[in-house]
């Protein structure tokens, strides 16, 4: 069985090292390309975009592949849309791989927002530093919160090298601790933390460290998913993958 893992994330990695250890089964782990050093499985991988979901799709064809595992991260709804277009097109069973959102805790001052942009329309005259942990693509949208102090931190810049205007920058891609992320938020004076709904234990630190600290959380929603499977568990995964083999 040839099997296409589209990722882009630590449990992606995971995932296709789990399934390149099923006997019978030949993963190619795919990579839009956009991360420097990313973190690799031990099997076949690829990176760069496919061309949009007609790409996507001759892909498939010419590679003879099985089934599709979508294990993108949450916000890549682009990808996501193209996975679910192609896989239809060409009749190939697909998975949603997706960890669980957080859910807010009693004492968490969450404001759930829908995108971006409503992220920043909630800022307006904000006068404490906004911390935002929302990677690089949308981070030129900030601008438009004029006059808002920011502290931004990725893993690595924008491409463009630019930034935002107003703003501090981190560079730091983890693993991070809710002691380093107190101190930090503290260090910063931060009052408002800005994040994606990204789930897991990788990226919790700051929301727990948020709420000891009583920092106000925007936290933008994950865009809709295409129709179709969903699992949150690798174990699951796997049981997926070995009932079509
Ligand atoms: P996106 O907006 O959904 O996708 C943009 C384009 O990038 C896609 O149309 C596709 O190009 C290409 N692409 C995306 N993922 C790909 C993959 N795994 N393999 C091959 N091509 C891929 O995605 P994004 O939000 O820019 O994210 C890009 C990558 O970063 C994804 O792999 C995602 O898992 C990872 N990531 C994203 C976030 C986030 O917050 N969005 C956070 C952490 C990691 P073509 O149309 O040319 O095929």
Not at 100 to 115: H, L, N
Request: proline share 6%; glycine share 12%; hydrophobic share 45%.
């Amino acid at each position: 069985m040839k099997l296409l893992i589209l990722g882009g994330t630590k449990d992606a990695v995971d995932l296709a090292e789990g399934a390149a250890g099923l006997p019978g089964v030949q993963v190619i782990y795919s990579l839009a390309g956009v991360t420097q050093n990313p973190n690799l499985p031990n099997c076949g991988v690829r990176q760069g975009g496919f061309g949009g979901a007609a790409g996507l799709q001759d892909y498939l064809n010419a590679e003879t592949f099985d089934a599709v595992i979508d294990a993108t991260h949450p916000y890549a709804a682009q990808i996501a849309r193209n996975a679910s277009e192609a896989c239809a097109a060409v009749n190939l069973p697909r998975l949603k791989f997706l960890r669980p959102p957080w859910t807010s805790q009693i004492g968490e001052k969450w404001e759930a927002v829908a995108d971006i942009p409503a992220a920043v329309a909630a800022l307006a005259g904000e006068e404490k530093r906004v911390f935002l942990t929302i990677g690089v693509k949308e981070l030129a949208t900030f601008e438009q919160a004029a006059g808002v102090p920011f502290l931004v931190r990725y893993i690595h810049p924008p491409k463009d090298g630019g930034s935002l205007t107003n703003a501090e920058v981190i560079v730091d891609r983890g693993p991070y601790t809710v002691d380093g992320e107190r101190e930090l938020m503290a260090k910063h004076d931060v009052g408002v933390l800005v994040s994606k709904n990204s789930g897991g234990d990788g990226a919790s630190a700051k929301l727990i460290a948020a709420r000891e600290l009583g920092v106000r959380v925007i936290m933008v929603d994950r865009p809709a998913l295409p129709a179709g499977e969903v699992i949150g568990r690798q174990s699951d995964a796997l049981t997926w993958i070995r009932e079509l083999n």
